[in-house]
């Protein structure tokens, strides 16, 4: 006999995951990791026997609840689901399944629809930041066709504006959490800084690289991948981390001069696969360091970005992510006190996803 559990398929930016309401869930974490294990088909490099699509950027989930923050609408949980390895990590969260967050919250009566389009805020428990997200709900309805677009993603839907509200600290308790814009870690200049992502950034050129690289091409370069996860672990504890070795953070991020006339290039590592883009908070996080000045960002970016509104346009492999950014002079620093940016999601599947007899153990 399988249980049945109410679950909804959707992709969130350039991600795809599951969102479940935490009531259907176990209580118990060990059980409830063992449920989402099941259902994503883990440990398995194919996920063969579940739902997840054998990528960490398809092996997500988001649970949501009613808000535990006097300013938010609803609770969003962030849960990353090793595909060939037996964990669970809530050590991040996720920008890109939060493009969903807000279609759900109003499909399942957190937020009331309004006219045209809907604006709620939303609390990430992973970090205790707030977000403000606004969907398009036509006739007190939520959309999901639309003609906006977003690289990564073929085909265009309705336009999802995020806006993050002081997350710089989230995870790391400060912006730039060794203390320093840049510091030498195993002979390399690194930039570590958390505005919503713990980063590191890394100058592609360091590396013997020309920051055109596929994914595919740093994922097979043995000696980078040993060099980048050695600066790595080094790192942790100087971030406020303590010990990585086994956490999804911080991400490692290769950076070089534009190639299609944005910003900045990247190359990330999340931490031992190249994202094929750039993930939300880890964009946030990067656009940031290019307007701090003496990163290893902003070296590369240049520009002159003076206090007020900045469009960043940070390049990945397959395509570009552009954020506007408010920048602000404080105690003679410069701080990011907003940064908000285009996303798209699509409700793909919604019903029961089944568990096998003795995963959750009053079956």
Request: with cysteine.
């Amino acid at each position: 006999m399988q249980r049945a559990i109410p679950a909804t398929l959707m992709r969130g930016g350039t991600s795809k995951g599951i969102y479940f309401h935490a009531k259907d869930l176990p209580a118990d974490k060990t059980t409830r990791d063992r449920v989402l294990r099941s259902i994503l088909g883990s440990p398995d490099i194919r996920q063969i026997d579940g739902i997840g699509g054998a990528h960490p950027l398809t092996s997500k989930v988001a649970i949501l609840s009613p808000p535990t923050h006097p300013d938010a609408d609803i609770d969003y949980l962030f849960l990353q689901v090793g595909v060939d390895k037996a964990t669970v990590q809530d050590g991040q969260t996720c920008g890109n399944l939060l493009a969903g967050v807000g279609a759900w919250a109003i499909e399942h009566g957190f937020v009331e629809a309004h006219e045209e389009e809907t604006t709620l805020r939303v609390h990430l428990t992973n970090t205790g930041a707030l977000t403000k997200i606004r969907v398009s709900t036509p006739e007190g309805t939520v959309q999901y066709d639309g003609e906006a677009s977003i690289d990564g993603v073929p085909g265009t839907a309705a336009p999802i504006m995020i806006t993050f509200l002081d997350v710089a600290g989230a995870t790391c308790g400060a912006l730039l959490p060794t203390g320093n814009i840049s510091d030498m870690v195993e002979g390399v200049e690194v930039t570590c800084i958390d505005n919503g992502m713990p980063v590191v950034i890394l100058s592609a050129e360091d590396f013997g690289l020309k920051g055109n690289e596929t994914p595919a091409d740093l994922e097979q370069n043995e000696d980078l991948k040993q060099k980048v996860e050695k600066i790595r672990l080094a790192v942790g504890p100087l971030m406020n981390l303590g010990d990585v070795t086994h956490k999804t953070i911080p991400k490692m991020t290769l950076v070089s001069a534009p190639l299609e006339g944005g910003t900045l290039s990247t190359r990330t590592f999340i931490p031992h696969r190249v994202h094929e883009a750039i993930g939300v908070f880890g964009a946030v996080s990067v656009a940031t360091a290019s307007v701090l000045p003496g990163s290893v960002a902003e070296k590369i970016a240049g520009g002159d970005h003076k206090p007020g509104l900045s469009t960043i346009t940070i390049e990945h492999p397959t395509g570009a992510f552009h954020l506007d950014m408010t920048v602000s002079q404080k105690n003679g620093q410069r701080e990011v006190s907003e940064a908000a940016l285009l996303r798209t999601a699509r409700k793909i599947m919604a019903g029961d996803v089944f568990i096998p007899k003795g995963v959750w153990e009053d079956i």
